[in-house]
Nanobody, 125 residues
Framework: VQLQASGGGLVQAGGSLRLSCAAS????????MGWFRQAPGKEREFVAS????????FYADSVKGRFTISRDNAKNTLYLQMNSLKPEDTAVYYC???????????????????WGQGTQVTVSS
């Protein structure tokens, strides 16, 4: 599967953005999907994950209550709605797909098989 993330940009603290990740290739609904981010000088970190059906979600504590992950399997698209953004949310955001059939949701980057190219999110104070 090929993944293309979009929707990043510059926003003031307290603002909102919605990221999208368009998938092409193999059936999108076969994959657990996730969002990760990497800030300058820091390691990549988990943000959110969603199960194949969309019925289960899992969030990093740092974004819980502010971010919402969702998917539209008919449109082969993953979303990340980001509200109440903070300067510490500034990072390159990546979408990823995990094919492992035992996986419902997962925060572990090593379990994701495919990665998108990333989209920059910058939150100004």
């Amino acid at each position: 599967v090929q993944l293309q993330a979009s929707g990043g940009g510059l926003v003031q603290a307290g603002g909102s953005l919605r990221l999208s990740c368009a998938a092409s290739g193999h059936s999108f609904s076969r994959y657990t999907m996730g969002w990760f981010r990497q800030a300058p000088g820091k390691e990549r970190e988990f943000v959110a994950s969603i199960s194949r059906s969309g019925g289960s979600t899992f969030y990093a504590d740092s974004v819980k209550g502010r971010f919402t992950i969702s998917r539209d399997n008919a449109k082969n698209t993953l979303y990340l709605q980001m509200n109440s953004l903070k300067p510490e949310d500034t990072a390159v955001y990546y979408c990823a797909a995990a094919l492992g059939y035992y996986i419902d949701t997962t925060p572990y980057a090593r379990e994701y098989d495919y990665w998108g190219q990333g989209t920059q999110v910058t939150v100004s104070s």
